[in-house]
């Protein structure tokens, strides 16, 4: 994609001159602009930076800077726009926080509840800590029955290798309180019931 981006410079404020006349007509009533600097992309700012300069403008045209601008430009706010960055990191922290919570609830939901094809994401500390997944079968009665996957992972992950698949001759049954009791023991580390092709949890031989 082609992005523009790039830094501009924005007048935050406008006020009154608050120092003496103009030196090329003698009048009063100057005007001072304040500005600063903003990153940005597609010319919508996402983050102020740098000094804020401010300059005096006479209406013949004459302009300066001194002393008295460069405490006007001190003293001059930037405006939040000009920081709509920090807000976009801020939502997107919010919504990874949200989503993660929301994992949670839903896996705590779907132990309590089983459905056939709900997908494990299991956690064995035996010989040597490694994840692997189990995919329900069948929920009857006290009892589940899942079919173990075919390859372990050493680290945390949401879907299948590219030649992993469930093992169908693989099958484990047990009472939906030992389920309860992994869950409980921190060893079911996610339950994933809406998934499609890309996560291969349909691959069962
Ligand atoms: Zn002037």
């Known amino acids: ?30 005007e001072v602009s304040t500005y600063r600097k903003y990153f940005h992309v597609f010319y919508a700012p996402m983050l102020a930076w740098g000094r804020k300069t401010a300059v005096a403008q006479c209406v013949c045209g004459h302009h300066w800077t001194d002393e008295v601008t460069a405490e006007q430009a001190r003293q001059a706010k930037t405006p939040v726009y000009l920081y709509s960055l920090l ?81 169908g001759n693989d099958a484990w049954t047990m009472s939906k309180q030992d389920l309860l009791q992994m869950y409980n023991d921190g060893e079911v580390k996610e339950v994933m019931r809406y998934y499609d092709d890309y996560e291969g949890f349909g691959r069962i031989h």
Do not use: W
Request: aromatic letters at 16%.
């Open 87 to 167: 807000f976009v990191f801020a939502i997107g922290i919010a919504a990874l926080g949200y989503s993660i919570s929301k994992d949670k609830e839903n896996t705590k939901l779907y132990v309590a509840a089983p459905q056939e094809g709900d997908v494990y994401l299991i956690k064995s500390e035996s010989m040597g800590s490694h994840y692997y997944f189990l995919r329900l079968e069948k929920a009857a009665g006290d009892s589940v029955t899942f079919l173990h996957n075919e390859l372990r992972y050493n680290r945390y992950v949401s879907k299948f290798a590219k030649d992993d698949y469930f093992d």
């Open 1 to 30: 994609m082609f992005i523009i981006y790039g830094n501009r410079s924005a007048r935050i404020k406008r006020e009154n001159y608050n120092g003496a006349a103009c030196s090329n007509c003698k009048s009063f009533g100057a």
